[in-house]
């Protein structure tokens, strides 16, 4: 015996956005677990400064280089593309569009580098012309205290000390 399929009730809109374009996934674990823990620690090491880092950027940064990741695994000649998987906005184009200064954004960078937010970050010349290719991970292991875990099976923590 077979039961009859069921649709899953969705809140609100929900329905119409998973059948419609430019919808993505994110980990909840992240707004719930990593970047609190994140900001936590950051905040900590410039506790007495009075021009202190704004760390909570690196929310705004990620889900914005997560917007821009390249989904096309082929080219339309049939070759695989050489940035499938990377984001790759310029600079000012970040700093247009969130309003962070363009020295801000490589330390912001560092920070989910090294807490696995950012899987590779690579330098790409086309002629003279340098762009940066962030490869951005979807995080699909987080642990109850917020460090993701690599597709090794490693949690990764930042080594703190780089930011003092």
Known sequence: MTLPETEKQLPNNKRELLTGKNYEMYNLDLMRKVFPRIINEYEGLYQRKQRKPQFRD???????L???VDGRHTWENGDAS????ASFPSKSKICADLGIAEARIKPLVEVLWTNGLLLNVKDHW???KRS???FVSFCPHVTD???IVNDDGEVVTPDLSLYQ
Do not use: H, N, Q
């Open 132 to 134: 940066k290719w962030y």
């Open 66 to 68: 997560l917007s821009y």
């Open 145 to 147: 205290d917020g460090y």
């Open 126 to 128: 086309e002629g003279t």
């Open 82 to 85: 050489v940035r499938f998987g």
């Open 58 to 64: 690196i929310i705004a940064l990620y889900f914005y």
